[in-house]
């Protein structure tokens, strides 16, 4: 890749010229690093910009395919760069295996604090520097959001975005834009309708993120209870970049709700947990299906305050005892212990990283030899009932021209105190 003056140290994870095999020294140490300008690259071969000029397409030779990402390395969600470090770890170890198709797999991955200018610049820059085949996932609702209109006019797929916003399944405007997961509008219906299953009456209380995020579970919510019981919602929002919601959370316990949904990010989630553990409010509490993870969440909210609550699931988490002696699971941990030997094997986030690596990896393995960025697009719109990997039984991938909402499939779980559990209704 070309020097850029403005970025300090790059570090290369598997660099020119060395054995397959990554060398997990680099990567700790890059791991334990990240600033604004860090990138992580996964690379065996030319840099960048030589790689493009002799490829057939853009960030295609006959020795690589680069990808590239944005990543909450730093800011209010850098809890969730575990799925990103996730991924950076299974592409290496591809490349250990060969790669897809006889070409390594290079990934650029740089930080984007989870602001929207950061991660325009740094797409843009991937785009008209890096030169990449495609945009892999990207995290975020409002960072998918702030480059999609660019990344369609230039023709780069933005592919499996870790972003669950229902405006990225919107082919007939963004076609060039796809998510992998359930949206935040199904999810929010899913609560919703749970809720009108459950408690035929009641005060309902939701503090949500003042963004599209936020919004679109609100909205979702709002479908799922119905016109009969719209009426009852008390909403209290807030801005991502507040340090603390408990003032919030006051203001909403006053009446005592018999229902709160949290609907934020694992810091502020874990936030809105513990202070209603401490003013000893006893909701039925929902949380975004994203504050699953036993070190992110639930150890911050405290494991006594976090028991009984409530989300939406769709992969297997390794926490829960059903998937003991799962093959798919037992496969990853094997893998987990080998390549990302300092991962907490009960953080699903960690698992979950696979599962957006390995759909790229099928979409990149049915383009066949024909790796251009048309072709990529038209592989990730003819996914048909593929496994999501280390999902739940149920949870399968679809996708069409007009389908650009792979998986659909939700689960209610409850935290037991020990691991999360499904619930039966």
């Known amino acids: 890749m070309a020097k850029d003056k403005n970025l300090s140290s790059p570090r290369s994870i598997a660099s020119a010229g060395k054995a397959q095999t990554g060398s997990w020294t680099a990567m700790k140490g890059c791991w334990g690093g990240?600033?604004?300008?860090?990138?992580?690259?996964?690379?065996?071969?030319?840099?960048?910009?030589?790689?493009?000029?002799?490829?057939?397409?853009p960030g295609v030779s006959d020795g690589e395919i680069i990808i590239g990402q944005t990543a909450p390395y730093s800011g209010p969600a850098s809890a969730f760069a575990r799925i990103h470090?996730?991924?950076?770890a299974y592409f290496e170890y591809l490349n250990s295996k060969g790669g897809i198709s006889g070409r390594k797999i290079r990934l650029l991955s740089y930080d984007d604090g989870l602001s929207p200018p950061k991660a325009?610049?740094?797409?843009?820059?991937?785009v008209e520097q890096d030169e990449v085949a495609v945009v892999f996932s990207l995290l975020g609702t409002a960072v998918n959001i702030s480059v999609r209109k660019y990344l369609n006019s230039k023709k780069v797929p933005q592919l499996f975005s870790a972003a669950q916003s229902s405006s990225l399944a919107d082919p007939e405007h963004f076609p060039y834009t796809m998510g992998l997961l359930p949206t935040l509008r199904s999810e929010g219906r899913f609560y919703g309708e749970d809720i009108v299953k459950t408690k035929s009456d009641?005060?309902?209380?939701?503090?949500?993120?003042?963004d599209d995020f936020g919004k679109d579970l609100l909205a979702g919510l709002r479908e799922g209870l119905g016109s009969g019981r719209e009426s009852q919602i008390r909403a209290q929002s807030f801005e991502v970049t507040e340090p603390t919601i408990e003032s919030q959370i006051v203001t909403l316990a006053a009446s005592r709700p018999d229902i709160l949904l949290v609907f934020a990010y694992p810091k502020h989630a874990a936030q809105a947990i513990r202070k209603v553990h401490e003013m000893g409010w006893k909701p039925t509490i929902y949380v975004f299906s994203g504050n699953g993870s036993l070190t992110s969440f639930i150890k911050p909210a405290?494991?006594?305050?976090?028991?009984?609550?409530?989300?939406?699931?769709?992969?297997?988490?390794?926490?829960?005892?059903r998937?003991?002696?799962?093959?798919?699971m037992n496969e990853w941990r094997e893998y987990a212990r080998q390549h990302t030997p300092d991962a907490d094997l009960s953080d699903y986030l960690n698992s979950s990283g696979i599962a957006f690596a390995k759909v790229l990896e099928q979409v990149l393995r049915q383009c066949g030899n024909n790796l251009s960025r048309e072709n990529i697009l038209k592989q990730a719109q003819s996914l048909h009932d593929f496994p999501l990997p280390l999902g739940l039984p149920g949870a399968v991938v679809n996708t069409s021209a007009t389908n650009y909402e792979p998986v659909k499939f939700l689960e209610l779980a409850r935290f037991d105190g020990t691991s999360w559990e499904p619930v039966k209704r």
Not at 44 to 54: V, Y
Not at 85 to 88: A, F, G
Not at 202 to 210: D, M, P, R
């Open 34 to 57: 990240f600033s604004v300008g860090l990138f992580v690259v996964l690379s065996l071969g030319m840099s960048g910009k030589l790689a493009a000029q002799e490829a057939n397409s």
């Open 85 to 88: 470090k996730s991924e950076i």
């Open 120 to 126: 325009f610049e740094q797409v843009r820059r991937l």
């Open 202 to 210: 009641g005060k309902i209380s939701v503090i949500y993120q003042n």
């Open 302 to 321: 405290g494991i006594e305050a976090s028991t009984g609550i409530l989300r939406a699931a769709f992969f297997k988490d390794p926490t829960d005892p």
């Open 323 to 328: 998937w003991k002696d799962d093959p798919e």
